[in-house]
């Protein structure tokens, strides 16, 4: 019976510390777990006022990722154009639509006073890429005929597909 009660304590000893360190903390992080829920946006700063809106991904020649609000007269919308294959750091925007697949471009509509400008410069600037996941920030300005814009504060983080 003596050797029972031995067998049994050790064995319960024994699964409790194999319990014990087999198991992590739910409170520990890792910053590149891309298994965290990340929500779509994209924001920005237009004539002293912050917009965000949901953000949208598709790719073809080149990586689109836009967010947009309202309709006819009250159509909201910007626009970044990158390559297929982006990296982390800053690009210049640039307005060149023979390369639209090697420059990093941006569009912005605010009706009723611009509609599909292009940017002429800026930048926008990669903080993070993966596989499943694209964010960073940009700025940029431009003109469209007497009118000219300048978005500034913006920030992205968009679900690659």
């Known amino acids: ?7 049994m ?10 319990m014990s360190t087999s198991c992590s903390s739910d409170d ?3 910053d590149e777990n891309d298994d965290q829920p990340t929500t779509d946006f994209i924001q ?3 004539k002293e006022s912050d917009y965000t809106y949901e953000s949208s991904f598709s790719s073809s020649d080149n990586i689109n990722i836009s967010g947009s609000t309202g309709i006819d007269d009250t ?4 626009t ?5 294959n982006p990296t982390v750091g800053s690009h210049n925007v ?3 639509l023979q390369n639209l697949t090697t420059t990093y471009q ?8 611009l509609t599909n400008a292009s940017a002429t410069s800026g930048t926008i600037n990669i903080t993070k890429v993966n596989a499943s996941r694209i964010e960073g920030t940009f700025s940029f300005s431009g003109t469209q005929g007497d009118k000219t814009f300048t978005v500034t504060q913006g920030r992205f983080s968009v679900e690659r597909f």
Do not use: G, H, R
Request: hydrophobic share 50%.
């Open 1 to 7: 019976m003596k050797d029972l009660k031995k067998i």
């Open 9 to 18: 304590f050790f064995a319960i000893a024994i699964f409790t510390l194999a």
């Open 75 to 78: 159509y909201q919308k910007v």
């Open 106 to 113: 941006a569009s912005f509509s605010f009706k009723p006073e």
């Open 28 to 30: 520990s992080k890792d």
């Open 80 to 84: 970044l154009w990158l390559p297929l």
């Open 94 to 96: 640039v307005y060149d």
């Open 44 to 46: 920005f700063k237009y």
